[in-house]
């Protein structure tokens, strides 16, 4: 439940990232000549990338490529595969440290992909985890399709701006994150 919650707030987040609210830029008359040209003078958005297609087919793969990579160890190169706003505020050395410190239960576990859900440029993975510790489990995951491609979006993103790479850890563990069979 703790998850979907997670995911939806994230989605919203994403929504609302493309939303402007005019109400908070003040009106003209209260702003120097200058400020109300800077204020009114915005760059135009640059289009969205339209999705693949066969988006589902590639967000598939997208995740399956992610998993392979990320549940060999091989952290520096899921980092690669994180959504591009995710690699811009998560630097490579972060993650890595992060995830080595906090590796991912990986033995005796296989996933299978059982759903992909795309709307707009967002896919949600929900994948199949037997041999985790119970004898069936799923896992849901965020995909970001952006500069045509797809890429991994943590739920949890604020674990990994801490003081340092060991108080990431500290908040992965503290959320249950550590030795589990999940990426985050």
């Not at 120097?32 to 003078?41: F, G």
């Not at 993975?125 to 952006?146: C, I, L, M, N, P």
């Not at 801490?162 to 999940?182: E, M, P």
Request: proline share 7%; aromatic share 10%.
């Amino acid at each position: 439940m703790r998850l979907w919650q997670g995911l939806l707030v994230g989605l919203a987040a994403v929504g609302l990232a493309g939303c402007t609210n005019s109400a908070a830029t003040p009106p003209a008359a209260d702003l120097p000549a200058t400020a109300t040209a800077a204020a009114t003078a915005r760059p135009p958005a640059a289009p969205a990338a339209p999705l693949p297609t066969g988006a589902r087919a590639t967000a598939r793969a997208a995740a399956a490529q992610f998993d392979s990579v990320y549940f060999a160890g091989r952290y520096a190169a899921s980092w690669n595969l994180l959504a591009p706003a995710v690699r811009s505020q998560v630097p490579e050395n972060v993650w890595v440290g992060v995830h080595e410190g906090c590796a991912a239960t990986t033995s005796g576990v296989s996933r299978v992909i059982r759903s992909v859900t795309v709307f707009g440029n967002t896919a949600i993975v929900t994948e199949t985890v037997r041999g985790s510790q119970s004898k069936r489990d799923t896992a849901e995951y965020v995909f970001v399709y952006t500069d045509g491609s797809w890429g991994y979006s943590p739920v949890y993103p604020g674990i990994y701006h801490g003081r340092s790479i060991t108080a990431d850890i500290q908040a992965a563990k503290a959320v249950g994150l550590c030795a589990g069979w999940k990426s985050f």
